[in-house]
């Protein structure tokens, strides 16, 4: 019994680490590279969604573990069945940031690096990276703290280019579009998150799709706007019903219950809501579906590392 118990166990971990195939576009594709929140559960890394568009890569948040994640699903390093078209380490060229919680930057060292430095056909190009304000002192403070691996790297025997480990960094000071290319328009809109004074979310309009990337935020106004008709909701969502009564009052002043995020999907009507950085750590997704189908009743995926929309 002891044994059928591990391998049931050790099925349910690996089928959380399977990627699941929602997409129905060949133009655009959404990858959620990690749905975790700041607790360490082993089957989810910390916050980051990829979007890929015509084969070019966009990086939203990079919390811990995004650079392994992405290297599961990419042309370099991803199984034959998984890969996505375009997703490979020397493209990750364009990043963008909802807010500066260590659970959603403790990936940048790794996305800046990386890319860089694993092998001779590493990135080439800086990496351009959008963000709130302070994601210039942040990025300034890590490339100072590995300047002796660059340095190493550049001058010894290592075949690494001298571009690819530098980084532009943009800092986002007001709403609107924030970054526009032959494949995206990105617009940025304000995400009240407690106390911090500059925390966003994205609004990415593709040839074919418009999504929308809450990051960390509670109930908001400015997000059913610019949700409304979205083909794709990424938004985080905690149970109030499970929240130990201590932590009721952060959650609801930093993040949205489901509830509050049932009502928004409602009014909003995206084609698909994908919940993500799910909280408690306990939660299930029938605990978190059925919450929000109390309420509306389009179609919502709980989602898991990998999965692919």
Known sequence: MK????ILLFLL???????????????TKVVLLGTGNPFPTPERSGSSVAIVVNTKPY???FGPGVIRRLAAVSENFGKPNEQIKGLNLKNTTRAFLTHLHSDHTAGYPDLILTPWNEGGGGRDTPLEVYGPEGINSMTEHILKAYSEDIKYRLYGAQPVNNQGWRVNSHEI????????DENVKVEAFPAPHGSW???WSYRFTTPDKVIVISGDTSASDKLMKYALGADILVHGAYSENMIPEPWLPYMSQNHTSTSELAN???????KLLVLYHQA??????????DEISEIYDGKVIFGNDLDKF
């Open 173 to 180: 000071l007001e709403e609107g579009i924030v970054y526009q």
């Open 280 to 289: 408690p750590m306990a939660v299930t997704e029938k605990i978190m579906i």
């Open 264 to 270: 928004i999907a409602k009014q909003a009507q995206p």
């Open 59 to 61: 990086i939203i948040d």
């Open 197 to 199: 004074p500059n925390a």
């Open 13 to 27: 971990i690996i089928n959380l680490h399977a990627q699941r195939d929602f997409s129905d576009s060949e133009i």
């Open 3 to 6: 044994l059928v118990s591990t």
